[in-house]
C-alpha cells in the first residue's frame, strides 16, 4: 500500500513520522501546493499508524475535504495520488477561512481594547476607529484578496 500526503498551505511542510518497525524517524519535505509519496509497499498497520498520528495535529482524508468547513494544512490519500483539483480547490478554500477568521480576530481584538480602555479609568468613552489595510495579496498576484476595512466602536450612553 501507499500513502500520499498533500501540502495544501502556502508554505513548505517538513512531514516527519517515524517508522513502526525501526522507530527511525523520517523526514519528508513537501513544497506549498504539492503532494509527496510518504510511504511505498506498507502494510495497512504502518499507513494506519502514521494516519492516526497526524489526524491530531489536522491531517484529513482528500476524500472528505468537500465535508470539512475549517482550514485544511495536509491531506492524504491511500493507494492513488491526491487529485490536483482537491488540492488547488482546498488552497482557495483556506484563503477563504483565513480571511473570514482574521476579520473575526480583528473585531475581537478591538472589542478587548475598548473594553479595556472603558475600565482603565483614563476617561476614555468609546469612538475608536480601526483601519487595516493590504494593498496586495502575498504573492502580488491579480487574483489575491485585499484587505481594506474599518472598525468603528461606538460610544456607550453613561446610563445604565
Do not use: W
Request: glycine letters at 6%; aromatic letters at 4%; hydrophobic letters at 30%.
Amino acid at each position: 500500500m501507499k500513502l500520499y500526503v498533500a501540502n495544501t498551505t502556502k508554505q513548505r511542510h517538513i512531514f516527519s513520522f517515524r517508522v513502526l518497525e525501526t522507530g527511525r524517524l523520517r523526514q519528508i519535505p513537501i513544497a506549498h501546493g504539492s503532494q509527496m509519496l510518504v510511504l511505498d509497499n506498507a502494510s495497512r498497520e504502518e499507513i494506519d499508524a502514521v494516519i492516526q498520528h497526524h489526524q491530531v495535529y489536522g491531517l484529513v482524508d482528500s476524500s472528505k475535504i468537500d465535508q470539512s468547513k475549517s482550514f485544511v494544512g495536509l491531506c492524504y490519500s491511500v493507494d492513488k495520488p491526491v487529485s490536483a483539483s482537491v488540492i488547488e480547490k482546498t488552497i482557495r478554500d483556506n484563503d477563504d477561512h483565513l480571511t473570514r477568521n482574521s476579520h473575526g480576530r480583528r473585531q475581537a481584538s478591538v472589542a478587548a481594547l475598548d473594553s479595556s480602555l472603558r475600565e482603565s479609568g483614563t476617561g476614555y468613552d468609546g469612538e475608536m476607529e480601526f483601519s487595516a489595510e493590504q494593498a496586495k495579496g502575498r504573492d502580488d498576484n491579480d487574483d489575491a484578496q485585499v484587505v481594506n476595512e474599518k472598525i468603528v466602536t461606538e460610544k456607550r450612553s453613561k446610563n445604565k
